[in-house]
């Protein structure tokens, strides 16, 4: 469960947990912003925008991170509009669904620890082959490219810092030779975060809350709820990002 803090001590309670809950940020979505560079300070590097993530009786949304492959032609040059490795992202809840929608979080660095010891064969493939992160999106909408994304789902950055990854779309790299062994061991790791979620306790983002997590560490998802909910979601890459 996420530490409670003030905006002043935020920063702390996100550096020691890797997560913080900051209650009473007010209603207004543009408060992310303004959160973000206060907790993180000089070190941001990049925002992204502002993104509704609420909706109306919406099924249970499994453990995942943020990233996106986005890209778009402002002026002859190619903008990304969304990063794969977006490293922070700051949620704001300015009205919960009547019924569900409680979120969950998963320690990625704890359960990859644990499989190191449980399933050394999963540890051994998601920490050295690649995948196709997006690979069953054949048809990907306007703005994704369609160059395969390879990645691990368990990489490190040339500064050292972990990122634990999770995709519903992850496929074996085109034509690998041990595609059908891959694909297992992909299904297998779903198989796991699946498992994860549900044991994972729940805690229920009220209105006015704001929550900062270490989206390199932290794999989030939520129940599913009824009735309307109204979030905003900021994903931000900073100077230790990829």
């Known amino acids: 469960m996420p530490r409670t803090a003030s905006v002043d001590d935020a920063r702390e309670v996100l550096a020691e947990d890797g997560v913080v809950r900051i209650p009473g940020a007010g209603l207004d979505p543009e408060c992310l912003v303004v959160t973000a560079a206060r907790v993180l300070g000089g070190r941001l590097r990049e925002l992204f ?9 919406s099924p249970a949304l499994g453990l995942h991170n943020d990233g996106a492959y986005l890209q778009g032609d402002v002026h002859g040059r190619t903008v990304r509009l969304r990063d794969p490795d977006e490293d922070y992202l700051l949620m704001h809840c300015t009205s919960p669904a009547p019924s ?3 979120s969950v979080l998963v320690d990625g660095y704890a359960l990859v620890d644990r499989l190191a010891t449980d ?4 540890h051994a493939f998601v920490t050295g082959a690649d995948t196709d992160f997006f690979g ?18 368990v990489e490190y950055t040339r500064g050292g810092r972990r990122a634990v990854r999770a995709s519903d779309y992850a496929l074996p790299v ?12 992909i299904e297998e790791y779903a198989d ?8 994972a306790p729940r805690f229920r983002m009220d209105s006015g809350d704001l929550l900062i997590l270490d989206n390199y560490r932290f ?5 599913a709820f ?16 990829f």
């Open 49 to 57: 925008g502002i993104r509704p993530q609420g909706g109306t009786d």
């Open 100 to 102: 569900g929608g409680d």
């Open 119 to 122: 399933h050394p064969e999963l």
């Open 136 to 153: 069953t999106r054949v048809d990907p909408p306007r703005g994704v490219p369609a160059t395969p994304l390879l990645r691990r789902m």
């Open 174 to 185: 085109p034509r690998v030779p041990e595609w059908d062994e891959h694909l297992a061991r």
């Open 192 to 199: 796991l975060l699946a498992t994860a979620s549900e044991a």
């Open 219 to 223: 794999l989030h998802g939520r129940d």
């Open 226 to 241: 009824s009735g309307s909910r109204t979030l905003h979601v900021l994903s931000v890459r900073t100077t230790e990002a």
